[in-house]
């Protein structure tokens, strides 16, 4: 199984709204509903921030949305904070009932 | 509220067996409703699934780790286990523990992770 493919960085202002994309394949993220994404700040376990492609676990704040089209994947931060910045994992249930993580995203907050 | 916590020794030698425990509080391992699962995080790279047990012993295992890996449950010990053997320095990472519902399908409560580092 090849991992999900994700930007190595991306980049905002305070404010703005970012995008992180996540590509796999139609035996992953374009079969099943199932993507989710975590949030991993340095020395830190990564932290569950969307489910099922678009949920948000209780205590999530709402700045943190996500969308699939096709075998693509995204995570979008609206009105970014100095604290959004850390490394962002996509991962999708796959087929051959495993599961798939992508590269990582380094979120950097201008 | 479910707690994970990792155990296990830091080092390994080379062509040894690699063991660490996982010890789970605030929920029985033996619920029905729980998977128990390994991720490890080489330094500086990204997440790789290992594999889950869930209650009904049902195992899942990452297929290019199969042939040397073993997920065990210990009930009395409220602990599920890992155990990969002939281990070189490409396995050299943090190891989380994490765990789900066994009908949802990511990992909503994770372990602080422990690093295990292989080397002679």
């Known amino acids: 199984q090849s991992a999900l493919t994700q930007p190595a960085s991306v980049s905002g202002s305070p404010g703005q709204s970012i995008t992180i994309s996540c590509t796999g394949t139609?035996?992953?993220?374009?079969?099943?509903?199932?993507v989710s994404w975590y949030q991993q700040h340095p020395g830190k376990a990564p932290k569950l921030m969307i489910y099922?492609?678009?949920k948000r676990p209780s205590g999530v704040s709402n700045r943190f949305s996500g969308s699939k089209s096709g075998n693509t994947a995204s995570l979008t931060i609206s009105g970014l904070q100095a604290e959004d910045e850390a490394k962002y994992y996509c991962?999708?249930?796959?087929?051959?009932?495993?599961?798939?993580f992508g590269g990582g995203t380094k979120v950097t907050v201008l | 509220q479910l707690q994970l916590q990792e155990s296990g020794p830091g080092l390994v030698k080379p062509s040894e067996t690699l063991s660490l425990s996982c010890t789970v509080s605030?929920?029985?391992?033996?619920?029905?409703?729980?998977?128990w699962g390994w991720i490890r995080q080489p330094p500086g790279k990204g997440l790789e699934w290992i594999g889950n047990?869930?209650?009904?012993?049902?195992?899942h295992y990452n297929p290019s780790l199969q042939s040397r890996l073993t997920i065990s449950v210990d009930t009395s010990k409220n602990q599920f286990s890992l155990k990969l053997r002939s281990v070189t320095a490409a396995d050299t990472a943090v190891f989380y523990c994490?765990?789900?519902?066994?009908?949802?399908?990511?990992?909503?409560?994770w372990g602080q992770g422990t690093l295990v580092s292989v080397s002679s």
């Open positions: 099922d492609v678009n």
């Open positions: 047990i869930c209650f009904s012993r049902n195992t």
């Open positions: 139609n035996s992953d993220v374009g079969v099943y509903h199932y």
């Open positions: 605030g929920v029985s391992i033996s619920s029905t409703s729980y998977c």
């Open positions: 991962s999708s249930f796959t087929t051959t009932s495993t599961w798939v």
């Open positions: 994490a765990s789900r519902m066994e009908w949802l399908q990511y990992f909503d409560f």
